[in-house]
């Protein structure tokens, strides 16, 4: 709302291209929006919606129909231009939308929760729709999202948010593996928490005593001295139930509940007095002989455990 | 592909083996039956109580069978008079409404038409009136010299033997026998040979047994006819000589006596005996509007209601000084586009203030709308008043602000001005709501698109707030000015004195049915 000047920024400055855009009026801004609930003008046509902005930017009248024509044909709706916006199902409305934001080739492109109001199915095919039209283009799209599957599908960078202030800016495989506090392991994908004290630190690793005594070695990440009180960040999938060699730590838990999900197995274990930690079996075929209240060893490496602030 | 998928549809049938797509088209029917059902009484309060009256308006405002039912004998004759001819009718017009009237006085008739007559033509009414009373008199002469020439003529019985088919006289006298009143008389019929030689004697005298035996309840072979009969009996054996000679019935001597002795009579024509009334059945103009208004439906009230009105040459407008409803109609719409103006001025702002603010105070806001519809009409006018008079509460402050001497205190009411501040005062809540409705629907984001894409403020609010506005509004205008036209025309204090009054000096009411 900021970026598209509706709402005035209270502190600090806003660049588009290094030119500063604080005191820049919304219309003058030149940003294609593209709304959670589509914003077409329920009395113009789906062509008339497109060539709103170009009106309003005084261009000809054959080359507007031009331009309405192209960005009709890129969202793959080249034959609605005539029907009413109440006329389109939730999938083309939102193409629409789209449509009208790119039409004036805009240097950037804000796209506010685009596709919160499609169901999944459709949401996933406008997520590669949006994403191929943009890899075409290649203009600047700003895309907000609560949805963090979809964060990780459609960018190239993503930043986490939290009370306003930017957690981390990075690509989305970074922003999985390498989580730089406890809100963004959290936020992104799931995660098992731990907490402890750093006893020791060693270069890139550290060792944490937890709290029920345990020793751990993890990546220090987040922690700078010993003393520091610290929450390890591991994810389901990095934990094996077989130990080997390779895992600096082998801790062994209580499994409380399992739940066959088909390609893996949920496995809520109680490690370490954290009877929420889950770990994700691949299922391989082999016979795990895995039943509840089973002693369980478990092994994952040093590297994928990341030593993050204290969460309270 | 789309083949096979309706051939399948037909072949499908429901479990009793029906075919489903009528069961399905049966199923709906019954739902839309039902729906039906449900708002049968609605429509049927409407339809009575709206519908019907509204088709009964228009139906009468094109009636107009009281002229032809009143005087059916004078509106035939009178098809022949050519209205443009300069000339007043001839004497058989004058017979014939000599009759006519003599009936319709008698059936007190006459001054529900002239009451008729008089939308059209003031002084009809009193004219009708004044010759109602008299026309009985009409054809006096012919009585007595009647009785002069043989006592007889006076004689009821004579009049029955001359008239009355054999059949009646026998039915009367079995009824008169019986004495029974609870068995109505018989009604009167003429005899062949009376209608034969003596057509408009006939005719009258059998109006006159009708209203002996319907009005009063007598028999006719009890009373002595009325002077037009004897009067209709005159011109019958003037007009045709040998009337009496081709009679065949009973009283044919007495009858041949007369006819030997009518052409010494002293006459009176009816149109001397009309004229002697009143003069102005000698006008011209007074003979023009019955012809015109002679027919069973008439646009009189309609070309009344425009202002303009039928002559000999077509229509035309009424004269400068009488038009009054043209001005009313202009006043009218004038009125209400200035209200309509700044109802929208000032229910505006407050809807689209109510559809942006949050819940609670937009809550409370509303309550303020319909704080209004608490209070009666009459009330909230009446309090106008209290507010708008020359000594009232706003010329008061006025004065004590010094913004106005306390000679020049400002007429705000029984004017345009005080029409306009309590009407919109009063119809606000009906312009606040409607849109208010409206706006509620215009989503804000709409806006701030149209500013994304590129529009300023004001075409922002132009092209995509007011245009949406409007696609909705349509009937909001259409249904607050309507209500508008309407509490116009409702004589409150507030509204314009009435021109018409003072001009024309009839009530405007009294022109419209």
């Not at chain 1, 599908?153 to 202030?165: E, Q």
């Not at chain 2, 019907?52 to 509106?75: C, G, H, K, W, Y």
Request: proline share 5%; with cysteine.
């Amino acid at each position: 709302m900021m970026l598209a000047g509706f709402e005035p920024a209270t502190y600090g400055e806003i660049y588009l291209n290094e030119r500063p855009i604080n005191n820049v009026p919304p219309h003058k801004r030149g940003i294609g929006m593209v709304f959670q609930n589509y914003a077409l003008f329920p009395h113009m046509s789906v062509a008339e919606n497109l060539a709103f902005p170009l009106q309003l930017r005084n261009i000809g009248k054959a080359e507007q129909e031009e331009k309405v024509k192209r960005a009709l044909d890129m969202v793959q709706l080249g034959d609605f231009g005539s029907r009413r916006p109440a006329q389109l199902s939730g999938g083309q409305q939102q193409r629409v939308a789209v449509a009208r934001a790119l039409v004036f080739d805009p240097e950037l492109v804000l796209m506010d929760e685009p596709l919160g109001a499609l169901d999944k199915q459709l949401r996933e095919q406008m997520q590669y729709e949006i994403k191929h039209i943009h890899d075409n283009l290649g203009v600047t799209f700003v895309y907000v999202t609560h949805d963090q599957t979809e964060a990780l599908t459609m960018s190239d960078r993503v930043a986490v948010f939290n009370d306003g202030i930017v957690q981390q800016l990075s690509e989305p495989s970074a922003l999985y593996e390498n989580p730089q506090n406890s809100f963004v392991a959290q936020f992104i994908g799931e995660n098992n928490k731990l907490s402890g004290t750093v006893t020791e630190v060693r270069g890139d690793e550290c060792a944490v005593k937890l709290d029920d005594g345990t020793m751990i070695v993890a990546d220090k990440v987040n922690v700078d001295k010993v003393g520091d009180r610290t929450t390890i960040s591991l994810r389901p999938e990095r934990v094996e139930i077989v130990p080997t060699d390779d895992h600096a730590n082998t801790i062994t838990g209580t499994i409380e509940e399992l739940i066959y999900l088909g390609d893996h197995i949920r496995v809520r274990m109680n490690v370490c007095g954290n009877n929420e930690f889950v770990v994700k079996v691949r299922n391989r075929g082999e016979r795990w002989d895995l039943h509840q209240g089973k002693q369980q060893a478990i092994g994952f490496t040093a590297a994928d455990c990341k030593a993050l602030d204290p969460v309270a | 592909m789309s083949d096979t998928t309706t051939n399948t549809a037909e072949k499908l049938t429901t479990s009793d083996g029906k075919p489903l797509k009528a069961s399905l088209a049966k199923a709906l029917r019954r739902q839309k039956m039902r729906a039906l059902l449900l708002i049968a009484p609605l429509l049927l309060f409407v339809l009575i109580s709206f519908a019907a009256p509204i088709v009964d308006m228009l139906f009468r405002s094109v009636q107009n069978e009281i002229v032809p039912e009143t005087l059916p004998r004078t509106v035939t004759v009178l098809e022949s008079w050519d209205e443009s001819s300069g000339e007043i009718p001839s004497d058989v017009v004058f017979s014939a409404l000599r009759d006519d009237l003599v009936i319709a006085a008698e059936r007190k008739r006459h001054t529900r038409l002239g009451s008729r007559l008089n939308y059209e033509m003031t002084g009809m009414s009193s004219l009708f009136r004044k010759t109602g009373r008299r026309v009985d008199d009409f054809g006096e002469i012919f009585t007595e010299q009647f009785e002069n020439l043989n006592e007889a003529w006076v004689e009821p019985a004579t009049w029955v033997s001359l008239m009355a088919s054999e059949d009646w006289v026998a039915a009367q006298s079995k009824w008169a026998a019986a004495g029974d009143d609870a068995v109505p008389q018989p009604a009167f019929v003429l005899s062949e040979a009376a209608k034969q030689a003596l057509p408009r004697t006939a005719d009258i005298y059998s109006g006159f047994a009708d209203v002996i035996r319907t009005e009063d309840g007598d028999s006719p072979t009890q009373e002595e006819p009325w002077n037009p009969v004897y009067a209709a009996l005159y011109d019958d054996l003037i007009e045709n000589p040998d009337a009496a000679s081709s009679y065949s019935g009973a009283m044919a001597e007495l009858l041949l006596t007369a006819a030997e002795a009518v052409p010494s009579f002293e006459a009176l024509t009816a149109r001397e005996e009309f004229i002697d009334a009143d003069e102005d059945w000698g006008s011209l103009a007074v003979w023009q509007t019955l012809d015109r208004y002679s027919g069973r439906y008439t646009d009189g009230y309609y070309l009344a209601a425009l202002d303009a009105q039928r002559t000999a040459d077509g229509i035309e407008m009424v004269p400068e000084g009488q038009r009054i409803y043209l001005l009313l109609f202009m006043r009218t719409l004038i009125l209400s586009v200035v209200i309509t103006c700044s109802c929208l001025l000032l229910g505006y702002p407050v809807a689209f203030l109510l559809s942006h603010l949050p819940l609670r105070s937009a809550n409370l806001l509303m309550i303020l709308v319909l704080l209004p519809f608490w209070t009666s009409l009459l009330v909230r006018t009446s309090a106008w008043k209290v507010l708008l008079q020359q000594q009232g509460v706003i010329n008061d402050m006025l004065v004590f602000i010094g913004l106005v001497s306390d000679d020049g205190r400002l007429a705000l009411i029984n004017n345009a001005t005080g029409t306009v501040i309590a009407m919109t005062h009063i119809l606000l809540p009906f312009m606040i709501l409607p849109l208010y409705s409206v706006m509620k629907t215009i989503s804000p984001t709409y806006v701030r698109a149209a500013k994304s894409l590129g529009a300023t403020d004001w075409t922002a609010f132009w092209r995509i707030y007011f245009r949406s506005l409007c696609r909705g509004s349509a009937r909001v205008l259409f249904w607050s000015s309507s209500c508008r036209s309407a509490t116009t025309s409702r004589p409150n204090l507030s509204a314009v004195p009435p021109v018409s009054s003072s001009r024309t000096g009839s009530p405007t009411t009294s022109r419209v049915p």
